[in-house]
């Protein structure tokens, strides 16, 4: 049972700072020029380099999460009625 939980620690040493590496985060909030927050507003990431894209919308309180995305470079783009992308 020793042997075996060594063995067990140092594989997830070793695998989780390979996983924390290869996903990123961006979260922000949605609100409009007098600073309103806009709840249920579909928000878009795109990496323009690969085309990958993911589409959430925001929560009552106007804030969105796009959670373990794959590491590169995004641009996020908010919609809703009335306003400009």
Known sequence: MKVQGRYFVALLAFVLPLWA??????????????????????????NPQTGFSRTVNTNPEGIFVFPDLPIGTYSVAAQAQGFQT
């Open 21 to 46: 590496q290869s996903t990123g985060r961006i979260d922000g909030s949605v609100t409009d020029p007098t600073g309103s927050v806009i709840p249920n507003a579909p928000v878009t990431c795109t």
